[in-house]
């Protein structure tokens, strides 16, 4: 069983544009929201992480958005550039169940 | 700082073999986790270990799997026998566990094993 979706599976966009991903939970008692980058050959890395207590988290051109009634949260690149091109995967857990499930994973290409 | 080392990067074996994975987390991370990457199934949580001590099992497949982590600085993943649909690359990853809180997880860069 699935608890964390994420979509789309890829996507493409042009340098500069905006890269959006959306990913969607199910257990109301998951109360820590991570996104983690992926380059091919290599382990996942985390980007960006969330807690349910605020709603927006900015560092640099990442940007994620929380929606604590909707049970979604998203991940924006803005400025996206072709160093950017990797596959990105949301995540949740519980704090007391120290346990990430991540979600399938979104594979991002961004063209020059 | 070394991160996570695991070994071996690749793996090719027949099946029916004996596979053993090995990690060493980053020195002072009281948590390991072994994960599992397929284009089918994504990032999938196999077991974990807080402090040597296995917490959840739940998602290795079966029998076939067992993990060990003997002290802080070793784990292994065994498959016996192996399959062809064990095929897949294998992360383990550590983390310094402070309280209940799951704080950042340091990946290895994984093991590609192919089951023929």
């Known amino acids: 069983q699935q608890q964390v979706k994420q979509s789309p599976q890829s996507l493409i966009v042009q340098k500069g544009g905006i890269s959006i991903i959306n990913c969607a939970y199910e257990?109301?008692?998951?109360?820590?929201f991570p996104w983690y980058q992926q380059f091919p050959g290599k382990g996942p890395a985390l980007l960006i992480a969330i807690r349910p207590d605020v709603s927006e988290k900015k560092e640099g051109r990442f940007t994620i958005s929380f929606n604590k009634s909707a049970k979604q949260f998203s991940l924006h690149i803005m400025d996206s550039q072709p160093g950017d091109s990797a596959t990105y995967f949301c995540?949740?857990?519980?704090?007391?169940?120290?346990?990430?499930?991540f979600g399938g994973g979104t594979r991002v290409l961004v063209k020059p | 700082d070394a991160g996570v080392i695991q070994s071996p990067r690749h793996e090719v074996t027949e099946m029916g073999q004996e596979v053993t994975l090995r990690c060493k987390p980053i020195?002072?991370?009281?948590?390991l986790f072994w994960y599992r990457q397929t284009m089918m199934r994504g990032l999938e949580l196999l077991i974990y270990f807080n402090n040597n001590v296995p917490i959840d099992d739940s998602g290795m497949p079966e029998d076939r799997f067992s993990a060990k982590m003997p002290n802080a600085s070793f784990s292994t993943l065994k498959i016996q026998p192996s399959e062809p649909r064990d095929s897949a690359v294998y992360f383990c990853?550590?983390?310094?566990?402070?309280?209940?809180?799951?704080?950042?997880?340091?990946f290895g860069e994984g093991s590609r094993l192919t089951v023929l």
């Open positions: 990853a550590s983390t310094r566990l402070a309280g209940v809180e799951i704080g950042e997880l340091f």
């Open positions: 995540a949740a857990s519980r704090a007391a169940g120290n346990k990430l499930t």
């Open positions: 257990n109301t008692a998951f109360d820590y």
């Open positions: 020195s002072g991370h009281n948590s």
